[in-house]
């Protein structure tokens, strides 16, 4: 029992709640204080660096979230196994969160190898990927801000794939969508907050994305979002010092023996 059951489907829930919770929880850190002490970069970096306006971001997240809604209406109406009066029998809770695991793990597959192959490829990289890195500093907002056929490809394709895979039913996939949702946003948000649970459960966190938007680290730290096992499997792990900043806040700083 959930607590959306019989005011809504749990196929709605998995369409529509990924797209909430985003921006609940994108537009708290928007809404937060400066928070100098804790930033990444500077706001006079960001305000330099940065290529695209805020307006833009918001309209090209807004597309790559329509077409995530269309993709994932069509893919748990496809896939229900509900029976004549709607009703979809739902595995246990061990067997939900080893599901959850393995969509994990897809997804984290499927975006590195997508991911680093929009790097090597030069065609695709300056026409497709290098939009998202338009956001030199990255800011919470911007997590989904991609050209539009990396936002199909890496993100709505990869989250198929990891929801096929994993057998998962709408109703647990609310649950890893949400969750892969947050987490990204927490990836690009630009603070390294005191006691984030993200910077404790997971290496692969904002400071190691940060590495991986700085121009010394593109070809770097290509994993997202949960893990960064592949990475260290294939020599594209870039090691960092997290140091605090004179003027104030905290830098991730590329190691240096």
């Known amino acids: 029992m959930v607590f959306w059951e ?45 290529l695209v306006p805020l307006p833009k971001v918001i309209k090209g997240v807004l597309l790559q979230q329509l077409v995530q809604a269309i993709v994932a209406h069509a893919l748990f ?7 004549a009066s709607g009703i979809t029998i739902q595995p246990s809770i061990l067997i939900q969160i080893v599901q959850i ?13 997508v991911h680093r192959y929009m790097h090597q490829n030069r065609f695709l990289y300056r026409h497709v990927h290098s939009q998202h890195h338009k956001l ?22 990869g989250g198929a794939i990891s929801f096929l895979v994993s057998g998962m039913t709408a109703r647990t996939g609310v649950i890893f969508f949400c969750f892969a949702v947050v987490k990204t946003v927490d990836d ?3 603070l390294w907050l005191p006691g984030n649970i993200f910077h404790i459960m997971f290496q692969n966190n904002t400071a190691y994305h ?14 997202q979002p949960f893990f960064s096992i592949w990475d260290k499997l294939l020599g594209t792990h870039m090691p960092y010092n997290l140091v605090k900043r004179a003027e104030g806040g905290f830098e991730a700083r590329l190691f240096k023996d």
């Not at 994108?26 to 990444?40: E, F, V």
């Not at 940060?210 to 994993?223: P, R, V």
């Open 6 to 50: 019989g005011y809504v489907s749990d196929e709605a829930m998995g369409t529509f709640a990924p797209i909430v919770v985003y921006w609940l929880y994108a537009g708290i850190y928007q809404l937060l204080p400066p928070l100098d002490k804790y930033r990444l970069h500077t706001r006079k970096e960001e305000e330099q660096k940065n």
């Open 77 to 83: 109406w496809l896939t229900s196994t509900a029976d």
């Open 101 to 113: 695991i393995i969509a994990m793990f897809v997804m984290d597959t499927w975006q590195y190898f």
């Open 136 to 157: 030199v500093v990255p800011y919470a907002i911007g997590a989904l801000f991609n050209h539009p056929l990396e936002g199909l490809l890496l993100d709505t394709v």
């Open 188 to 190: 690009h948000c630009g």
């Open 210 to 223: 940060d590495i991986h938007h700085q121009l010394q680290g593109t070809k770097y730290n290509y994993s």
